[in-house]
């Protein structure tokens, strides 16, 4: 079986932590351009994507592609960790986890990792059709923690969404900016009922 049909369930998979703030990790992974985050070059870009850095998940948890060629990017996916932005980012890396995302912003200061190119697709939904067609971004925090859905995470991930939705004219609408949990068969219930939508949807459009 190809290694992009397995679906592990994320929630086993990032398993509760202490908050940390991305500031503290110590990183130094250079900070991605538009055309870098798609794993393009050359590329007219007409919006500008907030600084994200990257931070490169195993190669064993995700499905190189050529999106949107090979698939069109019509939805982004907004979840939510249920664990620390360094213990999510290790499970990324670790090969034997077979799970990724392509975004994942911190709680304390907005940072923003990139952890596989838009072009690519990362194995964050599970649900293969809907890995195919979207952009997954995760959020540092718990779903029954809101005070993790700081003023900076709004802010950073409002921005990046809004840059994807211009890059890929995807309408920046609820029907095609979702929760993990609007997936079709879903077991996740994140973002969760703390997370502000009506404030999230209207940074997304401010931008």
Known sequence: ???HRHQPTRRGLLRSGAGLGAAALGLTAASATAAQAAGTTGEAVSTAYPTTHWIPA???NYTVSN???TYTINTI???VTQETFQDAMRIFKDPAKQVSTHYMVASADGYIGQFVREKDIAWHAGNW???THSIGIEHEGWVDQPEYFTDALYNSSAQLTAAICTRYKIPRTRTHII???EVPGATH???GPY???DRYMALVNAY
């Open 1 to 3: 079986m190809e290694a």
């Open 58 to 60: 195993s190669s064993s």
């Open 67 to 69: 999106r949107p060629t």
């Open 77 to 79: 996916v907004i979840h």
């Open 129 to 131: 059709s809907y890995n």
């Open 179 to 181: 929760g993990h949990v």
């Open 189 to 191: 219930t994140d973002p």
């Open 195 to 197: 997370w502000d939508w």
